[in-house]
């Protein structure tokens, strides 16, 4: 990793070692709240994986993020833009969990592990029937098995919906992977859960309509990542309403 | 290498790698209302507390360079945090904790190791009271290390799990923070058990209204603690609302 100052970095994009990976989506509905318990009281919903980064070319060993910019026909809500890590499924009419991805190990502070994260529902398919308690059994950020504690769904909730999921109570700040899940107590319950993680970039507001949200990871308070390809951006709209959104994503190429 | 510069931040990024954390602590009991004879404002805490983890060889802490969080409404504090003394309300006993650390502090160019006083420091209930408009006197040492120093609240009935209550404009005349607490105790209860927290401010949010908000990260570039292995994170919140906050942090090893 040669980049080690401000104009290295700028070096490299004089040299042309950068990537602009364009975004859009849409919400076409009002979403929910996953679940019914009133201590989840923040609406939200996430808008797909709609920018993930490309190839890598020669010469480059990974992706910087430096510049975000999108635009949104929603306002006065917060984003939580990151690297979200699909980490597995439930399918509530079959109680069967599908694992995915664990998160990514990296370096971090000097020593390489996987980076914790706190899990994420996101609504795959609109929840049918009662659709009872979701759990999954993780391991957590210190990787010890863990089971959250049951967590009622929202009846009929619907797709993109998301919110946290329960694991305070068993004092983990986050977890590494999610290895089963489970469902219980519903009525005849359909839909698919899906569960991420999230290395994040920032939450950032959106306070306007007319008003771009231009998120800096390399300027002032900076948060300075490095992505290999094929990564998913992602993003969670902390409201409920319609929405669609377009913007892009550019990236700095690091150097071996 | 000293965090002194953007290319500092960059060239420590870039050897080390940064830490980057999405965490959502909950407060699932709320807050009982503060009055103006324990604390004005009313806080909750937030759990779990985040533990910063292990670090690679050489490397000192880690310095916070971004601090974003979102929750329904009011402020949120993010602070390293020391348990400093624990009173159990049945037996009206003290139990001392740590004293807040010392630190290492940079100012105008100069690195210095100082004996730290809290920035925050709030009265936990850790288990619901029972106990009726309980009077409270902290005895503690104080910013300029002068010992016996009291401060003394008088809480509302029954606080629930999870209330803070402020202690900083209870403490003795002319006092701005507390180095140690040496006793804790209650004039009344059955149950329940407090505990004095100190707070060594690493962030620092806003928030609006529910579903409508809006959070910057207002952390200056450098701020002003270095986060060791084994301390921890913890978040307040100035309402009674019982909800969680989505926290999302960076930091940059010093080494």
Redo the contacts between chains.
């Keep these: ?1 040669t ?7 700028i070096a490299r994009i004089g040299t042309g070692h950068t990537a602009l990976v364009p975004f859009w989506g849409e919400q076409t509905g009002t979403t929910s709240v996953c679940y019914s318990w ?6 939200a919903h996430k808008l797909g994986d709609i920018a993930a980064t490309p190839v890598l070319p020669a010469g480059v060993t990974n992706y910087i993020p430096s510049t975000i910019q999108l635009i949104s026909t929603s306002a ?3 984003i ?1 833009v ?1 690297w979200f890590i699909k980490l597995g499924s439930l399918n509530l009419a079959t109680n069967a969990y599908t694992d995915s991805a664990a998160m990514p190990t ?6 390489s ?1 996987a ?4 899990p994420i529902t996101v609504i795959n398919t609109i929840l049918g029937g009662t659709a009872g308690t979701i759990h999954i059994h993780y391991n957590d ?1 210190d990787g010890n098995a863990d089971t959250s504690s049951a967590d009622s769904l929202t009846n009929a909730a619907v797709a993109k919906s998301a919110d ?1 999921l329960y694991i ?2 068993k ?4 977890i590494i992977d999610i290895t089963d899940a489970g469902n219980a107590g519903g009525s005849s319950p359909t839909g698919i859960v899906d569960f991420y ?11 306007g309509l007319a008003t771009p949200v231009v998120l800096n990871l ?9 992505l290999p390809a094929a990564a998913t951006i992602g993003f ?1 709209y ?3 309403s319609a929405k669609a959104i377009s913007g892009n994503v550019f990236f700095i190429g ?1 150097s071996a | 290498m000293i965090i002194d510069s ?2 500092g ?3 420590s ?14 407060n ?1 009991q709320g807050a009982t209302a503060a009055t103006s004879t324990c604390g004005y404002q009313t806080w909750g805490r937030y ?5 910063i ?7 000192s802490g ?1 310095w916070m ?2 601090f ?5 409404n009011s402020g949120v504090v993010c602070g390293l945090e020391y348990s400093l003394g624990t009173l159990t309300v049945s037996t009206n006993a003290f139990a001392a904790g740590v004293s807040m650390p010392t630190k290492t502090m940079r100012l105008n160019g100069i690195t210095s190791s100082v004996v730290t006083a809290t920035q925050r420091a709030f009265l936990v209930a850790t288990a619901a009271l029972t106990a009726a408009t309980p009077t409270i006197t902290i005895t503690y040492t104080n910013q300029a290390g002068t010992l016996n120093r009291t401060a003394t609240l008088v809480l509302p009935s029954n606080p629930v799990k999870n209330t803070a209550f402020d202690i900083i404009p209870h403490l003795q005349s002319g006092d701005t923070g507390i180095r140690a607490v040496t006793g804790i105790s209650t004039s009344a209860g059955s149950a329940g058990s407090l505990v004095v927290y100190g707070l060594l401010v690493v962030g620092t949010t806003n928030a ?10 207002i ?1 200056t ?1 450098m701020p002003l603690w270095l986060m060791e292995t084994n301390e921890t994170l913890t978040i307040y919140q100035a309402a009674t ?4 906050v ?8 010093e ?1």
């Design positions: 990793m980049i080690q100052s401000w104009d290295a970095l009133s201590v989840h009281n923040m609406s006065d809500a917060s939580l990151g990296m370096t971090e502070l000097g020593v592990r980076i914790p994260s706190h950020q946290w305070q109570n004092v983990d700040s986050g993680g999230c290395i994040p970039f920032a939450i950032v507001p959106h306070v390399l300027g002032a308070n900076p948060s300075i990542h490095h969670i902390f409201n409920s690091d | 953007l290319d931040i960059i060239k990024a870039q050897e080390k790698g940064m830490m980057h954390r999405l965490w959502c602590p909950l699932d759990l779990p507390s985040f533990t983890p292990s670090m690679g060889a050489g490397i880690a360079t971004r974003s969080s979102v929750i329904g609006m209204l529910i579903n409508s908000v809006s959070v910057d990260p952390l570039t609302n019982y909800q969680t989505w926290c999302a942090f960076s930091a940059v090893a080494y």
